[in-house]
């Protein structure tokens, strides 16, 4: 069990750092709460990789791609709307939910996913102690 926590610590504290720089990148800026909804992120996906087993990457990534919409509208609504830190505002986009989420970002979510699945399975094969840790929970 604690190496398990250690696991999605992991994937969190990962998330947490990652995201942010992503959004640096494509945005220009981030807001600190983005590293914490990008960590929730990284360990949902981490969840979906490791309950939907033998599951074909893809359809991994669609189900990680609604969890993380999910995620950015209550994060969306609490930030936003609730708190008024105006992070992002998807109201010009089309499809848009309160200006919260929308299908593009769905989108972009998905592929963001596949690159964080293609990671774990990376991490798992060249980095024996982490398939070790993946290994012992499929096993038990």
Request: with cysteine.
């Amino acid at each position: 069990m604690k190496r398990l926590l250690f696991l999605y610590f992991g994937a969190f504290f990962m998330g947490s750092a990652l995201y942010p720089i992503i959004e640096i990148l494509f945005r220009g800026y981030t807001h600190p709460s983005m590293s914490l909804l990008g960590g929730l992120c990284l360990a949902a996906i981490l969840w979906v990789d490791e309950s939907l087993g033998r599951l074909r990457l893809i359809w991994k990534a669609a189900v990680s791609s609604v969890i993380i919409t999910q995620l950015e509208l209550i994060s969306g609504l609490l930030v936003n709307h609730l708190w008024k830190w105006r992070v992002w505002d998807y109201s010009h986009l089309p499809g848009n939910l309160a200006g919260q989420i929308c299908p593009l970002f769905t989108s972009f979510w998905f592929l963001l996913s596949l690159c964080a699945l293609y990671l774990f399975r990376f991490l798992r094969k060249y980095i024996p102690r982490i398939y070790h840790i993946y290994n012992r929970k499929n096993t038990a």
